[in-house]
């Protein structure tokens, strides 16, 4: 394009509230960074499905194949000492103490030292509850917060010391 042709006005002001519009060439770095993505965009597309063999549907796939083996590795039994139960108050005061009090006694959660267990008392039961939690009352789904090494210690203190079944 020729510097005559560059700076010509195009006539749209009076479509424009006035404001001329010049026939200038975009800048030589946009036009770039434009083909640049365009690139990178194709090589991704070929890489992601084709060379690499990688998609949702596969990543899906395998998490869902490796979901029995996550759940039977977190459902390891767990041998009850002073230092387990230690390790759950301090995760019990952590994050259940708002909620079921310092004493277990509830305030907003339900009491757990009493002998009515809405979700049952077994330490199975409890863990359970503490893993799932119990949407619909307002608990939160713990078990993908703590893992399962600490549902394991406060489901431990919360059945050793509310008096669970």
């Known amino acids: 394009m020729s510097a005559k042709d560059q700076d010509r006005l195009l006539g749209h002001a009076q479509d424009n ?10 800048p ?12 990178f965009a194709i090589v ?8 690499s063999d990688r998609s949702q549907v596969a990543t899906y796939e395998a998490e869902v194949a490796a979901a029995p083996q996550a759940s039977s590795a ?14 759950g108050k301090a995760v019990y005061d952590a994050n259940c103490m708002a909620c079921h009090g310092p004493e277990l006694k509830g305030s907003v959660g339900p009491d757990l030292v009493d002998a009515t267990w809405i979700h049952g008392g077994t330490l199975a039961q409890i863990t359970e509850t503490i893993t799932k939690g119990v949407p619909e009352k307002g608990m939160l789904t713990w078990g993908p917060i703590l893992g399962p090494e600490k549902v394991a210690q406060v489901a431990a203190f919360v059945h050793g010391a509310g008096g669970g079944q």
């Open 28 to 39: 030589t770095w946009w036009l770039g960074i434009l083909w640049g993505s365009i690139a």
């Open 74 to 87: 977190s459902a390891a039994p767990l041998v009850i000492t002073p230092e387990v139960l230690a390790a």
């Open 17 to 26: 509230d006035g404001i001329d519009e010049y026939d200038n060439a975009l």
């Open 44 to 51: 991704y597309v070929v890489d992601y499905h084709f060379v």
